[in-house]
């Protein structure tokens, strides 16, 4: 500091510095004033006595001052930290457009990052309810053949549960549900309603998920009763207390009385049974079926075990293999064509782990959770980056106020408490406003933009500890530069290269991370236009699909026909038929199914479809050999069956071959025809096997059924309301869904335009961020760089020298992200179009296309922010020199 | 704190220190004991004391009163605590007592 005007004399400066470096820090500044007071007022005598003794003062001090104390010096009180607000709140008004960014950039990736904590944190949440969680499986159900694994799949045969709990000592208790979808549910004259889920379950359900039973006794073993779940009860009855007792019709067929009514099961369950009825029903709905929970062979049976605490389910599923084997007398030197494999799967682990087919609620895969995960701590750290860097390029700008405060006592960690309260200020406040944007649109335009479901809002451990640790660690920073200052070395401070290569290495990682998301969006945005342009083997634009109904009754067929008749009757119709596929939607039901071609019988799994013969000329499908059959069905002799060319030569046929084989479909089958492939799902996946089974129409006990109609003229349109009329008076109670499949074709999509939808908003929201730091960067840089830029231009350089001079910094950085990012991005995106069975390549223009525009974007902005300083006046700027 | 020994010097600056009545800082208090006792510490030996007593509880401190003359650095104001107030009195109360049961002089001459 120097010394003022009102006393001339300096005493010499080596002792201090001496007693400086050994005394402790607290004591400096008193002690420094102390020896210049006693200097000063001996400042009237002779000077080298002065000095001689303001030496022995130091020296003394300073060996004296080894066994000081370290006093607790109170850094703050309450008079400072009102200063520190004010200060800040005036720094923050004084410099709006700054301030804004850096609360925009926080609050914009605060809000991303905590939506998706939020969002992964629920999923991961699913099933953690349930009471002793760890202790509680559910039977993974395989079934192998020559081929290897053929099924695969969450619901396994109703007989082995008891089979297994009687015979395995750890397993304590069993619950099987076979859930039944879309069925109807009527308070008899009054009131009717469809529900999602419906199980047949042994009778201590609710007790084994821990389920709250409202009212009634909560276990169903009776046949005749239901248990309903509270919001179906008032739905149906208006309120719980209404229901107790009444009697509800299903599917117009059976009459239940109502047992009991039980809490709904929570959001985060994977099972979520709206009503629950005894599993013995099944033998009065599907007999043939059910065979009185003796089919050892039909699989759809979810199965939960309770195991006894502390038994390892490798040894329990040991014990399955043999007692499975022991029972069907299985030789496992030497398998049979088909044989089955039981494994186990905790129930917490379902929603995330799940690879099975059969699921009740759609499991998450964790690697999506984890990289949205990713995607949230990157857009947070961009949020950041951008803080730091903006702030702390900033910070010269208060090189006045930092001198003025030190003259005025403040020391290193005053300074550093100011500027600490100050960015602290921003980040609160803007954690504030992102939390409050969180809870507010729990379900609003957020969730829609990012395509996810979140029921509730709860700030979650990684959130948290996000916000806080990203909070404070961007304050520091910032605030550390600033106490830089203090040492008063300014111009070092800005010049400091280390800073400079930090921030240089900040924006580059921003960028970096901006080209990647960007090239990934790029590239899932192609697959899927590429998946769009496939042909799937028919005109989907000419084909409507009207959903069946869900109904149960005898009269069903008859009623379809009647329904299929008047579609027939359309002159916009060519022709109608009824089947269990509709084309873009689905590919059948599932089945392994052998050949019996002699000894050398071979097992595939295969789509089975039943159809009429209209279904192939409404397809278009062509045959390839044989002959479709024509005339009715015979349901009692040998069902016909047509297969397509993937299925034929999945058994080792040629189509030729394939006419008159049978293969072991119910009883066994013949086949009568080879047509063509068709696709009837998405072009995620390689064509399938398919089998269609012509003598076999049932159009009953299934909700797949559609009413398929090839259409020769828009003129459809106008029919639908006669249709729709038509289809309630048929069918009461459903509702008429029609779509075309073509619309079919591009819900198929609709994962992987949500997916493309979700990485896009990311990927601008990231550029977005980054643009706006770097816009704060530069318009500093800038500022701090007018004199430089006025000397050039008194030398002579033109405006469009000094804006190449600060683009091409930046476009450096650029170049360097494109090295980092796309390198990166080309093997993420090569990885996930490594899914799909028909797929883009990732080509030269897909990574190069999205570095132009970055480069484009960012000479865009820095040209922008730094024109203004190009244009100045020199002499104004230089003046004062 | 009990019984803490209480040096000579670092008595006379606790005293020093209560008389000032807030407006003790390490000038003021070299001052007061130059025009009443005619010793001069130096100005580390009083800052040893202060520190001290300090440590041991008997005064506390803060920060203030900045001036030119000190080249604008604040000085460090103390303030006598209870505890210095108990430990003088305590010492008070020492020396009165064994100053009062001190036999006389008189019957030696």
Known sequence: MKDNQLHNDTPPQWPLRLLMRFCPEAHHEMIEGDLLELYRERNNKNRTLNNIRYIYDALDLTWRSLSFEKIKTKPFNIAMLKNYLVVSMRHFLKNKSASLISIFSLVISLTFSLVIFNYVEIEKSYDSYIPDVEDKYRMIFDIYGSSGRNVHDAESPAPFAPFFAANIPAIKSYIRIFDQRNIILSNPGLQSTKIAFLGWTDPDILNFMGIEVISGSGKIEDQNSIMLSKSIAIRLFGSVSNAQGKTVRYNDVKNLEVQGIYEDFPFNSTVRLEAIGAIDVLQELIPTYYENGENWGGYSFHTYYKMNPNSDYRTIIESFKAKYEDRFDIDPENLPDEYFVFDLINVADIHLHSDMGSEMTAPVSITKLNLLNYLAIIIAIIGWINFINIQSARVPERIKEIGVRISLGANALNLRLMFLVEYLLICVFSSVIAIGIVYWSTTGFLYELLKIELPIFQLGLLATITLLIGTFSASFYPAIVASRLIKGDVIKTIKNRKTGRLRNFMISLQFAISLFLVVFTLTINQQVEYMHSLDPGFDTNSILVIDGPTTQSNDDLNKANQFRDELNGLASVDLATFSTLAPGKNKGWEGNLPSRDGDNSSFQKVSLVNIFPEFFKIMDIEVTAGRIPQGPQQSESLPRVILNETAVLGFNWTPEEAIGKKVGYSNDAVVVAVVEDIKTVGFQDQLVPMMFIHDHVYFQQTTNDYFLAKVNSTSILESMGHLEETYSNIFPDNDFVFNFSNELFQSQYQKEVDFNRLVMTFSLLSILLSLVGLAGITTYHVILKRKEIGIRKVLGSSINNILILFIKKYFYLILISGSIGLPIAYYISNDWLNNFAYRIDVGFLLLTAPLALMIFLVCLIVSFTSLNAALVNPVNVLKEE | ?109
């Open chain 2, 1 to 109: 704190m009990k019984h803490t020994h209480l040096g000579e010097f670092e008595e006379l600056a606790l005293l020093i220190v209560g008389n000032l009545d807030g407006n003790a800082y390490s000038i003021s208090i070299k001052n007061i004991l130059k025009q009443k006792t005619n010793r001069n510490p130096s100005i580390g030996a009083l800052h040893t004391a202060l520190s001290r007593l300090e440590k041991k509880g008997f005064i506390s401190s803060k920060e203030g009163g900045a001036t030119t003359l000190r080249g604008g650095r604040r000085k460090r104001y103390y303030t006598i605590t209870a505890a210095g107030r108990r430990s003088l009195d305590q010492s008070f109360q020492l020396r009165s007592s064994l100053y009062l049961t001190l036999p006389k002089l008189s019957h030696e001459g």
